[in-house]
C-alpha cells in the first residue's frame, strides 16, 4: 500500500531562513507526487507536482526515487509561507491521493 | 484555477438524522469527484471517488449505506450522512477533477458537520 510520511508535525523557522519540509513515501510503481498548501482559513490547493518540475512561490521540490524522497525547500521563507502543507501520492494513472500527515510550518518575523 | 464550491459550510443535527452536503464544480466538468474526510489535525482521507453517471467507489472501511453518494450531473455530487451519530461528526471535504492533464484536484472549503 502507498504511504506518505511527513515526519515533523510542526516546523518553525525565522524568516530569511531556508526551509526544508521532509516527505518520504512508499511504494514499488512509477508514483506521482504532489505538495498541498492550506493557508489559514483557506481551502487545500496545489502548490507543485514533480513531474511539471516547477518552481511556485520559490518552492521547489526533487523526486529522489533512491531515498524515496520528496522534500519541499525554499532558500529564503517568508512570513506568508506560513500554512500547513501536505505532500501526497497517487499511483500511475490512478487520481487518488495519499495524503501525508501534514507539517504546519511557522515563519517568525 | 478551477473552483468547487461544497454547501452547507457548517452543520449541526440531532443523532439519527441524515445530513446532505453539496459539492459543485463551477466553471468546468468535474468527470470524477472525490470525499475526503479529515478529523482534527490529522491528515484528509479518502472516503470514496464517484465518477459522473456510475456508483461511486469506496475505501474500504467505509460504510457505502452510511454515506450515500451521488453524482448526478457532471458539476455536482453529494454526500449524504445517514442516521449521523455524534462519531460521525468531522470536516467533510471534497475535491473535483476534470481527467485531463496531470491528474490536477481542486477542493471545496469543506463541510464541518457536528452531530449532537
Known amino acids: 500500500a502507498q504511504r506518505v510520511t511527513q515526519p515533523e508535525k510542526l516546523l518553525s523557522v525565522f524568516k530569511g531562513a531556508p526551509v526544508e519540509l521532509k516527505c518520504n513515501y512508499s511504494y514499488s510503481g512509477s508514483p506521482e507526487l504532489f505538495w498541498y498548501v492550506q493557508y489559514s482559513r483557506q481551502r487545500l490547493q496545489l502548490l507543485l507536482r514533480h513531474i511539471s518540475r516547477e518552481s511556485i512561490k520559490g518552492f521547489t521540490a526533487d523526486l529522489n526515487k533512491g531515498e524515496t524522497s520528496f522534500h519541499l525547500k525554499k532558500p529564503f521563507a517568508q512570513e506568508e509561507d506560513s500554512a500547513m502543507y501536505y505532500c501526497a501520492i497517487t499511483q500511475g494513472g490512478s487520481e487518488k491521493l495519499v495524503f501525508g500527515k501534514g507539517t504546519k510550518l511557522t515563519v517568525n518575523p | 484555477g478551477a473552483v468547487v464550491s461544497q454547501h452547507p459550510s457548517r452543520v449541526i443535527c440531532k443523532s439519527g438524522t441524515s445530513v446532505k452536503i453539496e459539492c459543485r464544480s463551477l466553471?468546468?466538468?468535474?468527470?470524477?469527484m472525490f470525499w475526503y474526510r479529515q478529523f482534527p489535525k490529522q491528515s484528509l482521507m479518502l472516503m470514496a471517488t464517484s465518477n459522473e453517471g456510475s456508483k461511486a467507489t469506496y475505501e474500504q472501511g467505509v460504510e457505502k449505506d452510511k454515506f450515500l453518494i451521488n453524482h448526478a450531473s457532471l458539476t455536482l455530487s453529494t454526500l449524504t450522512v445517514t442516521s449521523a451519530h455524534p462519531e460521525d461528526s468531522s470536516f467533510y471535504i471534497c475535491?473535483?477533477?476534470?481527467?485531463?492533464?496531470?491528474?490536477?484536484?481542486?477542493f471545496g472549503p469543506g463541510t464541518r458537520l457536528t452531530v449532537l
Open positions: 475535491s473535483a477533477s476534470s481527467g485531463s492533464g496531470y491528474n490536477e484536484q481542486f
Open positions: 466553471d468546468f466538468q468535474a468527470t470524477t
